[in-house]
């Protein structure tokens, strides 16, 4: 059995990858020359005060891989598979601080002609992770009963 080896230009694409990847999280791969398959596994970890409110950010944590998976499958135009998304229970540091993990695995097939788009997207999302884990996540906004401004009298 022969053993075709992947042209340079999917090498390069792997390596185009494998920094992006790197970012926050990690690549896996196979040649199928003419593609490229990429299996993806990207971490998105928030910081967090206390277990309790490492339960009360699981749903919001849930929700933003959710919509983090819709836009990977969005900006390749469904090339990405569907991604899944797994939440960590929480995790404690040994200098008493706690964690979330989120985790989205996904996979695709690169061609020349799906090289840009997928990059796109997964540059992306792996950008997303990278702001989360440095940012954190964001207050929940909290409605405010009272009307903003001066009373009016009637």
């Given at each position: 059995m022969i053993q075709v080896q992947p042209s340079p230009k999917l090498q390069a694409?792997?390596?185009?990858?494998?920094?992006?990847?790197?970012?926050s999280g990690y690549v896996n791969h196979s040649f199928d020359p003419p593609q490229l398959r990429l299996f993806?596994?990207?971490?998105?970890?928030v910081m967090v005060a206390s277990p309790a409110e490492a339960l009360r950010l699981t749903p919001r944590l849930q929700a933003w891989g959710e919509a983090l998976a819709v836009r990977l499958r969005e900006g390749s135009s469904s090339a990405i598979m569907p991604p899944q998304v797994q939440i960590s229970p929480p995790q404690a540091l040994p200098d008493g601080r706690d964690y979330l993990v989120a985790t989205l695995t996904f996979a695709t097939k690169v061609t020349d002609s799906s090289y840009l788009r997928i990059r796109t997207?997964?540059?992306?999302?792996?950008?997303?992770?990278?702001?989360?884990r440095e940012g954190g996540m964001k207050p929940e906004a909290v409605e405010d009963p009272a009307p903003s401004g001066p009373l009016q009298d009637a």
């Open positions: 694409l792997l390596k185009d990858f494998q920094q992006i990847a790197s970012l993806f596994t990207l971490y998105a970890r997207a997964v540059l992306a999302a792996y950008q997303d992770a990278l702001k989360l």
